[in-house]
C-alpha cells in the first residue's frame, strides 16, 4: 500500500519546497489511502529549467533511441499490470478487472507512440525552378504542460507524455491528486526505462495554480488537457494570450440512436457495459438514448432490467460489475440532476438512490420522460444515469443528439446499411461508432468538436500536436 506519493522532478522523487501534502482517499470505504505532495512555485521552476535542458539534448536524440527508450516502459508497465492495477482500483473505485484493462492499454498505447516516433515523416515538393531544392521536415514543438484527470489516470496521462516524448517534447505533467499512485507508478516505469533527467516532470499540488503558472511561461511550447469543458475553456483562453498550442480533450454528452431494426438483444449488451464502465464516469460515455418508436417500450424494460442486474460494490470484489463513484462531490451531482429531472416529470424506471452511508456507491439508473428543459438534459452527468427517449423518423433523432454544444462521440444501432450511413454523416461528432463501441484505441484518432475541443490524443494525428513543419527552400 502506497502511503506517500511525491513529485518527480528531473529525474528524482522529491517532496515539495514546503512539504505540504494533500490526502487521497479510497472511494469504497472513504478511508485514507495516502498523501501526495504539493508542487509549490519553487518546484515547477525546477521542473521548467529541468525540462528547458532536457529538450536541447532530447530532440536531438535519434527517434529509435526514443522508440527503444518507450518500449522498455512499456514492457515494465506490462509486467507490473496485477500491481498497478491493484493500486488504480484502491484509488479510483473501478473494477479490478477495468483497472487491469487500462494498464494494459497503457502500455500498447506506449508501443503506438513509441512506433510513430519512428515515422515523423517530412516531404519534397517539386520546385518551379531548376538548381531549387524544397522540402518539409518535422521539428518538435517544445516543452509540453499536461494536464491529467482522475478517471483514467493512466490511460490519460500516457496518451499525453508518450507523445510528447515520442516526438522529442520534454513534458511537465500535472497528474491527478485524487488518483496519484498510479499515475506515479507511470512515471516510474518511463523513468527506470531510461527517460533523462528533465524530459518527464510529475507534479500535483492547487489545480488553477499550477496551470495559471506553467501556460504562460516561455519555457512552455504547447499545452495538453483532458477535464471539462468549463476548465477547458479557461485554459484554452489563457494559452491563447500566449499563442500557445493546444490540444482539448473536453467534455461530452454522447447521444446514441437506436433504430427500430436493431439487434436488441445486441444492442442492450453492449450498451449497457459501455455505459456503466467506471460508474459512468467517461467523457465519451452514452447517456442519451434515442431509441425508435417500434422497439421503444422493449427496450426501456430490457435496459433497465440489466441496469438493475449489475452489481455494485468495492472495485476489487471478484462479484462487482460496477464500482463506486470516485468522490463525494458525484454522489452530490448525481442527486441533484435526479432530484431536478424528477420535479419536473421525469420518471425512475429503475435506481436513482445512493448505496449505503460507507463509500461512494450509486444504484445503476435509466431515466424516462426528461422534459428537454431538465439540467441533466443539458449538462454532462459523468455518473451512471442514462436517460431514454423516444423519435419517430431519423430527422428527429438528428436534431436532438446534435443539439447540444458538445460534440466528442456518438452511437448508433441498426441492420441497414442507408441509417448506418446517414448517422456517420449526420451526426456533428468527432468520432462516431455504429452497432459497437470502438473507441479509444491507439491507433484511431480520439477528440471531439464545438465544446468537446479540438485536437486528438489518438492515432497518427496525436502526434501532429507536438511536431512543428518547417518549410526549406535552397538556391544551389
Not at 475541443?453 to 535552397?474: D, N, Q, R
Amino acid at each position: 500500500m502506497v502511503n506517500r506519493i511525491d513529485l518527480y522532478i528531473d529525474g528524482e522523487w522529491t517532496a515539495g519546497a514546503a512539504g505540504r501534502t494533500l490526502p487521497f482517499w479510497n472511494p469504497a470505504t472513504r478511508e485514507p489511502i495516502g498523501e501526495v505532495a504539493v508542487a509549490e512555485v519553487a518546484d515547477l521552476d525546477r521542473a521548467l529549467d529541468a525540462a528547458a535542458r532536457a529538450f536541447r539534448t532530447w530532440r536531438k536524440t535519434s527517434a529509435f533511441e526514443r522508440y527503444r527508450i518507450l518500449r522498455k516502459a512499456a514492457e515494465l508497465l506490462r509486467a507490473r499490470v496485477e500491481e498497478v492495477g491493484l493500486s488504480l482500483t484502491r484509488e479510483e473505485g473501478k473494477t479490478l478487472a477495468e483497472a487491469k484493462g487500462e494498464v494494459a492499454s497503457a502500455a500498447d498505447l506506449i508501443d503506438w507512440f513509441a512506433e510513430e516516433g519512428r515515422r515523423t515523416y517530412g516531404r519534397m515538393i517539386p520546385s518551379r525552378q531548376p538548381g531549387v531544392q524544397q522540402y518539409v521536415v518535422k521539428e518538435p514543438v517544445g516543452v509540453v504542460a499536461g494536464f491529467s484527470p482522475w478517471n483514467f489516470p493512466i490511460a490519460q496521462a500516457v496518451r499525453k507524455v508518450t507523445a510528447a516524448l515520442a516526438a522529442g517534447c520534454p513534458i511537465i505533467l500535472k497528474g491527478p491528486e485524487e488518483t496519484p499512485a498510479s499515475c506515479a507508478a507511470l512515471a516510474q516505469a518511463l523513468h527506470e526505462a531510461g527517460v533523462p533527467p528533465g524530459a518527464l516532470a510529475l507534479v500535483f499540488g492547487v489545480p488553477h495554480e499550477i496551470s495559471e503558472y506553467l501556460i504562460p511561461h516561455p519555457t512552455i511550447r504547447k499545452i495538453s488537457f483532458t477535464g471539462s469543458t468549463q476548465v477547458g475553456k479557461h485554459l484554452a483562453s489563457l494559452a491563447g494570450k500566449h499563442m500557445k498550442r493546444t490540444t482539448m480533450e473536453l467534455g461530452g454528452h454522447s447521444a446514441t440512436i437506436v433504430f427500430d431494426d436493431a439487434d436488441l438483444d445486441l444492442c442492450v449488451e453492449r450498451l449497457s457495459g459501455f455505459k456503466f464502465r467506471n460508474a459512468g464516469q467517461v467523457c465519451a460515455s452514452p447517456t442519451r438514448l434515442l431509441v425508435q418508436e417500434g422497439i421503444y417500450d422493449a427496450f426501456v424494460e430490457r435496459f433497465a432490467a440489466r441496469a438493475a442486474s449489475l452489481v455494485v460494490g468495492d472495485g476489487l470484489a471478484p462479484r462487482t460489475s460496477m464500482g463506486p463513484l470516485a468522490n463525494p462531490r458525484r454522489i452530490e451531482a448525481m442527486q441533484a440532476f435526479l432530484d431536478d429531472a424528477t420535479r419536473r416529470g421525469a420518471a425512475v424506471v429503475t435506481g436513482g438512490h445512493r448505496i449505503g452511508e460507507k463509500g461512494n456507491f450509486f444504484e445503476p439508473t435509466v431515466l424516462t420522460r426528461v422534459p428537454r428543459e431538465a439540467r441533466i438534459m443539458n449538462e454532462e452527468p459523468f455518473g451512471p444515469v442514462v436517460l431514454v427517449q423516444s423519435f419517430h423518423d431519423l430527422d428527429e433523432a438528428l436534431a436532438e443528439a446534435n443539439r447540444l454544444a458538445y460534440g466528442l462521440a456518438a452511437y448508433a444501432y441498426t441492420r441497414s446499411s442507408r441509417n448506418a450511413a446517414a448517422v456517420a454523416e449526420g451526426f456533428e461528432s468527432g468520432m462516431v461508432s455504429i452497432n459497437h463501441h470502438g473507441l479509444a484505441l491507439p491507433e484511431v484518432p480520439f477528440g471531439g468538436v464545438k465544446d468537446s475541443g479540438y485536437g486528438s490524443e489518438g492515432g497518427i494525428e496525436a502526434l501532429e500536436g507536438y511536431l512543428v513543419p518547417k518549410f526549406v527552400t535552397h538556391a544551389t
